[in-house]
Structure formats: C-alpha cells, structure tokens
C-alpha cells in the first residue's frame, strides 16, 4: 500500500511518546502500521545522569517500496538521525524539530551508550487513509 495522500486523510491524531534508552539499538521504538503515515514533528534526548555524559543513536529503517518522487527503489536502507552524539549530564537536546515522515512499513530505533541516562521524547502525528 502506498502512503497516505496528506491531503486527503481521514483522520490526524496527535500523539506524543517517551522512551528510556537502552544500550541495544532497540527496534521497537516505533514501527508504523499499515495505512499510517507518521509525521514527526519534534524529537528530543534528555540526559537524567547527574555527572557523566552519554552518547545517543537514533536511525530510521525504511521500508522496502518504490520512492513516489524519484521512481527508484528503496530496499531496507537505514538512516542516521544522530550517530553516537554525546549529550552532556542533565541537559535536553533537541535532535529535530522539522518534520520527518515515516511510512509504513518504517522503524525508528534509538540507543544510548549508558542504559538507564537516555530518554528520547517524541511529539508526531498520525494520518490514516
């Protein structure tokens, strides 16, 4: 199935999402359901350790279809939100804050280089055909 027509969905729905991080890129963060589409509008990282820094990953596995715009085929490529970036002790960063789109079929995984010092916040919407 192909995405959703934006212009014409049924529904929108706001929804926003927390994760603790752990060491193991964890590929149940999001997987977009058949007939979504999902719009991320704002991702941030927040590191709750008080002293030490720790690193964040966050990679988006698309779905193997043929690209609406360029005709070409994507197969199951991955691609780095942010790769191994350090967030300092008790500070939030903001790793996007302009839309991504993720199709069905796409999975959005993230890990952090200490488990427990990682929370990754997500606010998206969801368009439904």
Do not use: C, H, W
């Not at 199935?1 to 060491?23: D, H, K, R, W």
């Not at 350090?86 to 796409?106: C, F, K, M, N």
């Amino acid at each position: 199935m192909a995405a959703p027509n934006i212009v014409n969905v049924a529904t929108i729905n706001g929804e926003s999402q927390g994760f603790e991080l752990s060491t193991t890129l964890d590929a149940s963060l999001m997987l977009v359901q058949t007939g979504k589409l999902v719009k991320i509008n704002r991702m941030t990282v927040a590191n709750i350790d008080g002293s030490s820094a720790a690193d964040v990953t966050v990679q988006v596995t698309k779905a193997t279809r043929t690209s609406a715009a360029t005709g070409g085929s994507i197969s199951g490529a991955t691609f780095k939100i942010a790769s191994t970036v350090s967030v300092p002790a008790d500070a939030v960063l903001v790793l996007s804050d302009t839309p991504i789109y993720l199709e069905e079929g796409d999975t959005l995984k993230g890990g952090a280089s200490a488990s427990g010092d990682l929370t990754l916040f997500i606010s998206y919407d969801v368009l439904d055909d």
